[in-house]
């Protein structure tokens, strides 16, 4: 199934609890974009270098998987060998995982890379053009959102649990930014597919926006409940 939406709409940690459930895959595509950053600025390479980002994209030896270490991932992302999990989720990472994103190029190099994730069998994904561009044969399709304040809001919340303490008008002006580059870019914009359900998640717990998910799931193809809580998260081989 795909789980699209802006930053901040609860796609990771529904997706991930989601596919928990149903014994199911889970693979947030925001990790790949994120990674691909990190590594270009290691490099010096800047975000508006098409060319030199899709050369990075088609030998990006990531490897995503579960948990290894107990503060609070969801899953572990490694590198080269090197557990970046953490450091793909700064705000400087936020901005420039959005501008890198954009370049149809590396879209290309890295659709490949999800499209395999995708044959796996059951898998929840979770991005901004997956049920559009990535698995548009998806049979159930979620579209979360929720309004900017709310997910400024959650974002503050997530970045002081690591220590980054960011005003609120600094946050809801950093994703009202990175909506409208997601949003407008040419190839793969954020965008819900036409048969997407959409999902408003403001004012609602956790439990209560898997449990609408679920019910989703179980009306659309009757499969919520096999073979639940035995899931894992992708496991991405290096190229
Ligand atoms: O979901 P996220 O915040 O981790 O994603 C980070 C950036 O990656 C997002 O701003 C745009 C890009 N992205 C994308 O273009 N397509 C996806 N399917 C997932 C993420």
Redesign the pocket.
């Given at each position: 199934m795909a789980i699209d939406g802006p930053?901040g709409s609860g796609?990771?940690t529904v997706g991930a609890e989601v596919a928990r459930r149903l014994g199911a895959l889970y693979f947030?595509?925001?990790?790949?974009?994120?990674t691909l950053a990190l590594v270009a600025s290691e490099r010096g390479i800047p975000p508006d270098d098409a060319e030199r980002l899709a050369e990075v994209a088609r030998t990006l030896a990531l490897r995503v998987g579960p948990p290894s270490v107990d503060d609070g991932r969801l899953y572990d992302v490694y590198v080269d060998g090197r557990d970046v999990t953490w450091e793909i989720r700064s705000p400087e990472i936020?901005k420039l995982?959005?501008q890198v994103?954009v370049h149809p190029q590396v879209?290309r190099a890295l659709l490949r890379l999800q499209r395999e994730i995708a044959r796996n069998g059951r898998v929840v994904m979770?991005?901004?053009?997956?049920g559009t561009v990535?698995m548009p044969d998806a049979p159930v399709k979620i579209w979360l959102q929720a309004s900017l304040e709310e997910r400024a809001r959650r974002r503050q919340r997530d970045l002081a649990k690591r220590g980054i303490v960011q005003p609120l008008e600094a946050i809801v002006a950093e994703l009202a930014e990175?909506d409208r580059?997601?949003a407008t870019r040419a190839t793969?914009p954020?965008r819900q597919a036409e048969d997407a359900v959409i999902v408003d998640t403001d004012g609602k717990s956790i439990e209560e926006v898997v449990e609408t998910v679920l019910a989703i799931v179980r009306e659309r193809c009757g499969c919520a409940d096999h073979g639940a809580d035995s899931s894992s998260v992708a496991t991405v081989p290096s190229p």
């Open positions: 930053a796609k990771s947030d595509t925001g990790v790949v974009y994120r936020d995982a959005s994103s879209r979770a991005g901004r053009d997956i990535v990175r580059r997601d793969a954020m």
